[in-house]
């Protein structure tokens, strides 16, 4: 036995750089819905609801529409914009090699979280997918980790939450789980890089090398 016996990712800046593809995604629809643009820090603000909740409460009577032309953008330039970063499908395969328990934590919705999972190829490595529609309480609750726990009947002590922000520490100090802050994407590393947690690792290598030490 080594050191963990569960593992749950976030997927924006932890498994893919989606953030420029979200940020372009929002202007597209508030583009041609509210014939402006918004600043990346302007949509980040908008961040913590779902965007199904984002877009209803911006286009209102043009939900349906607006919702239509977000998720058929996000697919069509995902592969070209937001591909996996190298090493992490290894990183999974090993886990799921050994019969780890794997799962997602995002505050993503449903919809766009197996969108991205898919075009990744990486949705069959998880276990269990837990997003921003399936909580009553979002990031930085910990519900979601609390989920995960229950799930598969695991001490908190020895189960590891990876993401890219705060918000994924203090769930994870919340929850009682150790927290792993991955700064290889520049996003993040920009603006969080100062953020206390268990372990912070710098690139998918330093990280992989990791998992390989302390997951059996």
Known sequence: MKNFDGIIFDIDGTLADTHELIFDTFNHVIEKYLNKRMSNDEIVALFGPTEDVILKEYMAERYGEA????YEYYRKNHKEKAPAYPGIEEVLIYLKSRSIPVGIFTGKGRKSSEITLK???????????????????HKPDPEGIRLFLSRFNLQGE????????????????????KCA?????????????????????????EFKKFIFDNFE
């Open 67 to 70: 919702r239509n032309d977000y």
């Open 119 to 137: 075009e990744l190829g990486l949705i069959d490595y998880f276990d269990l997918i837990i997003t921003g529609d399936d909580v009553e309480k």
């Open 158 to 177: 020895r189960v590891l939450m990876v993401g890219d922000v705060a918000n994924d520490v203090k769930a994870a100090r919340d929850a009682g789980v």
């Open 181 to 205: 802050l991955v700064l290889w994407d520049k996003f993040s590393r920009e603006k969080f890089s100062g953020v206390e947690a268990d372990f912070k690792f710098y690139s998918v290598e």
